[in-house]
């Protein structure tokens, strides 16, 4: 189960869902060293080192949703409000 876990509701075509969700996860690449892939209409990311090592997650992208599921490390549980607040605000901003 996911420490955090939102879905929001789009109306983009599903190719500009996934292009904002693909902008989401470079921004995540960059500010926290996360690596990422497209699997299928679903983004995995993992940090393998760096502020966030251990984090791991995906955004899945539908042509109505875009949800996006992270597994917090126990070191950063305690900052879970803070991170959710910050993924809720950029998602928002996207769709």
């Known amino acids: 189960m996911a420490t955090i876990d939102i879905t929001r509701n789009h109306t983009l075509p599903i190719q500009d869902a996934k292009t904002k969700a693909e902008e989401l996860a470079k921004g995540m690449a960059d500010k926290f060293g996360i690596q990422w892939k497209w699997d299928g209409d ?21 042509d109505k949703t875009v949800r996006v599921a992270i597994d917090l490390p126990f070191m950063l549980k305690m900052l879970k409000g803070t991170i959710e607040g910050k993924v809720k605000e950029k998602l928002d901003a996207l769709v």
């Open 42 to 62: 679903t983004i995995r990311f993992d940090a393998p080192s760096g502020a966030a090592k251990g984090t791991k997650g995906e955004v899945a992208v539908t």
